[in-house]
């Protein structure tokens, strides 16, 4: 099935920050709130807000592979990650540049919008962060 619009809801974890740490994502349908895919990346050793970072990144790789070029639409409950991908935020520690610069990339050519949520409206892509860190191994599930 193709989607013209997709929800990705995007968070992550780490355990001492810097310590282990993990993305998560879900993928959503808009229209009925299904979740499309659950994605969990290890990150290694790392702050939590690079692990928001690569969080973000899965589920917008995700979302595409699910749905080539549809509207995105991102969550996530942290601001710092939100204002930079929004462009309204200057990005200075240089592990962030660069998946920004991942993350631009990715979606260059594409619309998608980045929004904050509270932290309790983010609990299914903490989830998947958590999840990816409690088992040691990343993963992609439908």
């Not at 990005?91 to 610069?101: F, R, V």
């Not at 979606?107 to 309790?120: D, M, Y």
Request: aromatic share 6%; proline share 5%; hydrophobic share 40%.
């Amino acid at each position: 099935m193709s989607y013209s619009h997709l929800v990705v809801e995007a968070d992550g974890a780490s355990r001492g920050n810097p310590g282990p740490a993990a993305g998560g994502a879900v993928v959503l349908d808009p229209g009925s709130g299904e979740t499309l895919v659950t994605v969990g990346k290890l990150c290694g050793v790392a702050s939590n807000n690079v692990a928001e970072y690569r969080g973000m990144i899965e589920g917008i790789r995700a979302a595409w592979g699910i749905s080539p070029g549809a509207k995105l639409t991102v969550f996530m409950d942290s601001k710092l990650v939100v204002e930079q991908m929004s462009r309204r935020w200057k990005i200075k520690h240089p592990d962030m540049q660069t998946l920004a610069q991942e993350a631009r990339e990715l979606i260059a050519g594409g619309t998608v919008t980045f929004e904050w949520v509270p932290r309790e409206k983010n609990a299914r892509a903490d989830a998947a962060g958590n999840k990816a860190l409690d088992g040691g191994v990343s993963f992609l599930e439908p």
